[in-house]
């Protein structure tokens, strides 16, 4: 298993990436199934059903890892490193435009 791929490589820079492995996905799924199992085979309400699965789902969601890029200039000496994961991109869709500088 590797940390991080080659994406791009040239004689001035070096492009580094890394995105969420099965390991995350299948967690992912793994909540969402329970979640689901639990909308299915219990008798409580509505509310409780609803509750259920979006705790689960969140749970999942969190769990995934991050996207890593990392971006080495080699002419300007430079390192640039970003990350991006599942869960900030769903927080910046929902909050208000005035808290998104935040995520």
């Known amino acids: 298993m590797v940390y991080m791929k080659v994406h791009s490589e040239t004689e001035g820079r070096l492009h580094l990436k890394r995105t969420p492995g099965i390991r995350s996905w299948s967690i ?5 199934a329970i979640g689901f199992g639990l909308w299915k085979y219990t ?10 699965i979006s705790f689960c789902f969140m749970i999942g ?14 002419k300007k000496n430079e390192v640039r490193i970003s990350k991006s ?5 769903i927080c910046s869709i929902v909050a208000p435009p ?6």
């Open 98 to 103: 005035n808290f998104r500088k935040y995520f």
């Open 61 to 74: 969601v969190t769990s995934i890892d991050d996207w890593e890029d990392c971006i080495i200039d080699k």
């Open 43 to 52: 008798v409580d309400s509505l509310p409780w059903k609803l509750l259920y």
């Open 85 to 89: 994961g599942l869960i900030r991109k």
């Open 28 to 32: 992912l799924i793994g909540f969402f």
